[in-house]
């Protein structure tokens, strides 16, 4: 009853009668109701970004893609309303695509709103997201996959995802962008510095550009992480 999304029961009245439901949706900022448990009512409390209810937002759609050695990677695809007219999630022609990479790396994208889908798809760009191996969500065997993968087999599946992309018609091999934030950062200076062909630009918002330095700059009270990165980045 309060729309397509995911819902989240956020606070509840002490008599559980009365919940604050958020609702997250891919076309849609999140909105958050009071649900009225006995009437099976709700009302619109307000709308985290009301100046984006008006606006032609377009779906995002899982997809699952094949990395080289097997390993499922379940990503996300947003395409501009030109590309597909009928939302069916494929691609009538290509149009240039930016590939997106989380940060962590041991986080995940997920299923959502996501701002940075919508601002490139309104510009006309195809927006995929990889939860490439060593990302959290899909059990320990995943996560662990990423061990000293840093460069290597983690950075494979980014190049998979590439090729998924061209294979698939949803962009074109020479207008490919790779962009992230933090790991993404680095993974984004690590593309265009060991495959250089393989993407026409990257954007780095705060990635590391040394491994080494890195982990030498780890301050003392991040004491406990730092067994972390040495198990699973290297030492």
Excluded at 18 to 31: A, E, L, T
Excluded at 137 to 164: E, H, P, T, Y
């Amino acid at each position: 009853k309060l729309g397509e999304g995911d819902r989240v029961v956020v606070s509840r009245s002490l008599d559980d009668r009365r919940w604050v439901v958020m609702v997250n949706g891919d076309r849609q900022p999140q909105r958050f109701y009071l649900w009225d448990r006995r009437s099976k009512q709700g009302t619109l409390l307000f709308s985290a970004r009301p100046e984006l209810d008006d606006k032609p937002l377009v779906r995002m759609h899982p997809v699952t893609i094949p990395a080289r050695d097997g390993l499922e990677l379940v990503s996300y695809l947003t395409l501009p309303a030109a590309a597909d007219p009928d939302g069916d999630g494929k691609a009538d022609a290509p149009v240039p695509a930016v590939l997106m990479v989380h940060g962590g790396p041991w986080g995940r994208d997920r299923w959502s709103f996501n701002p940075f889908h919508q601002l490139m798809a309104s510009r006309g760009y195809a927006v995929l997201s990889v939860n490439f191996r060593g990302s959290t969500g899909f059990g320990k065997k995943f996560v662990a996959a990423g061990n000293g993968q840093w460069g290597k087999k983690m950075q494979d599946d980014l190049l998979d995802a590439r090729a998924w992309l061209v294979a698939g018609g949803v962009a074109p091999a020479d207008k490919i962008a790779i962009m992230g934030g933090s790991y993404g950062g680095y993974a984004t200076l690590a593309a265009l510095t060991m495959t250089p062909d393989a993407f026409a630009c990257g954007v780095d918002i705060v990635g590391p550009s040394n491994i080494i330095t890195l982990l030498e700059a780890i301050p003392p009270y991040w004491g406990s992480v730092l067994g972390v990165f040495r198990s699973r980045v290297g030492d």
